[in-house]
């Protein structure tokens, strides 16, 4: 069983900066899919970034380019979200996601596409 354990949420004002972390076990890490969602009260789970099994390719959403960077170190079965210039818009619960039934070329970016999720941690952007 694939599991999946998030670290480095908390607080920090607007303009600040936070790494997320995401330690994968039980599975072939080297060959997931994995992802960044968000989820803010009220409101749906959303896709925040994805990379492929490789690191080959990256995808982000709109809110996040530029800021945002996803990359995974497959020797320490790591992925991990690097967040610049925060936001108070970017407050949610981030949740790391992962996908193995597949060796895929491209990057998934619906919940649907990912089976296995990690506990989530809350990041908090004062303004």
């Known amino acids: 069983q694939v599991q999946l354990v998030e670290s480095g949420g908390g607080l920090v004002q607007t303009g600040g900066s936070l790494r997320l972390s995401c330690a994968a076990s039980?599975?072939?890490?080297?060959?997931?899919?994995m992802g960044w969602f968000r989820q803010a009260p009220g409101k749906e789970r959303e896709f925040v970034a994805g990379?492929?099994?490789?690191?080959?390719?990256?995808y982000y959403t709109d809110s996040v380019k530029g800021r945002f960077t996803i990359s995974r170190d497959n020797a320490k079965n790591t992925v991990y979200l690097q967040m610049n210039s925060l936001r108070p818009e970017d407050t949610a619960v981030y949740y790391c996601?992962?996908?193995?039934?597949?060796?895929?070329?491209?990057?998934?970016?619906?919940?649907?596409?990912?089976?296995?999720w990690g506990q989530g941690t809350q990041i908090t952007v004062s303004s």
């Open positions: 996601a992962a996908d193995g039934l597949w060796i895929s070329s491209t990057v998934y970016t619906t919940p649907r596409e990912y089976k296995y």
């Open positions: 039980g599975g072939t890490f080297r060959t997931f899919a």
């Open positions: 990379v492929t099994w490789n690191g080959g390719t990256t």
